[in-house]
T-cell receptor, first 111, second 110 residues
Framework: DAEITQSPRHKITETGRQVTLACHQTWNHNNMFWYRQDLGHGLRLIHYSYGVHDTNKGEVSDGYSVSRSNTEDLPLTLESAASSQTSVYFC??????????FGPGTRLTVL | KQEVTQIPAALSVPEGENLVLNCSFTDSAIYNLQWFRQDPGKGLTSLLL?????REQTSGRLNASLDKSSGRSTLYIAASQPGDSATYLCAVYTGNQFYFGTGTSLTVIP
């Protein structure tokens, strides 16, 4: 069955370190998204991609970057981790403007 | 900027009761609206999707309505069960981005 996976599921890092969160989907979807979920804010869009080599900034993109070198993967990089980036990160994919399929999430703690 | 609000933030009902969850959005120029379910520590699962041209969608005990002109959607759950306990989120798609509400945490008491 097609799926979307995220790794690691839990990560603890220190302020200032570079961190990369992986997202891999086997749906063959063109569209991929990264969100963060925080209490009181719901899900907020960080970056999204509508195809290979396409990337776009979302609502809260500062301090994050993505690159899309193939259809299946959209890694999210925190260039210099900050305590404000402690959150749960979700990756999602969709074929078009319809249903998004979400990964299980990565819980990131920045100390 | 699109703002999505869900009221109430939390709801507790006895098993068997019918209930309504509310979602409102500030900009009526949307392509579609989705309702999701999120269980603790898990990702989101899509429940229903309503296109902007539609008024409602049904799936089993769930019925979602959309009034685009007034910026409102409701999710109706019939004959609630303890297994319905979860957080329910609505999201609107504006053509380039998805905007999520903060969710309603539902507890169904046996």
């Amino acid at each position: 069955d097609a799926e979307i996976t995220q790794s690691p599921r839990h990560k603890i890092t220190e302020t200032g370190r570079q961190v990369t969160l992986a997202c891999h989907q086997t749906w063959n979807h063109n569209n991929m998204f990264w969100y963060r979920q925080d209490l009181g804010h719901g899900l907020r869009l960080i970056h999204y991609s509508y195809g290979v080599h396409d990337t776009n900034k979302g609502e809260v993109s500062d301090g994050y970057s993505v690159s899309r070198s193939n259809t299946e993967d959209l890694p999210l990089t925190l260039e210099s981790a900050a305590s404000s980036q402690t959150s749960v990160y979700f990756c999602a994919s969709s074929a078009n403007t319809d249903t998004q399929y979400f990964g299980p999430g990565t819980r990131l703690t920045v100390l | 900027k699109q703002e999505v609000t869900q009221i109430p933030a939390a709801l507790s009902v006895p098993e068997g009761e019918n209930l309504v969850l509310n979602c409102s959005f500030t900009d009526s120029a949307i392509y579609n609206l989705q309702w999701f379910r999120q269980d603790p520590g898990k990702g989101l699962t899509s429940l229903l999707l309503i296109q902007s041209s539609q008024r409602e969608q049904t799936s089993g005990r769930l019925n979602a309505s959309l009034d685009k002109s007034s910026g409102r959607s409701t999710l109706y759950i019939a004959a609630s069960q303890p297994g319905d306990s979860a957080t329910y989120l609505c999201a609107v798609y504006t053509g380039n981005q998805f905007y999520f509400g903060t969710g309603t945490s539902l507890t169904v008491i046996p």
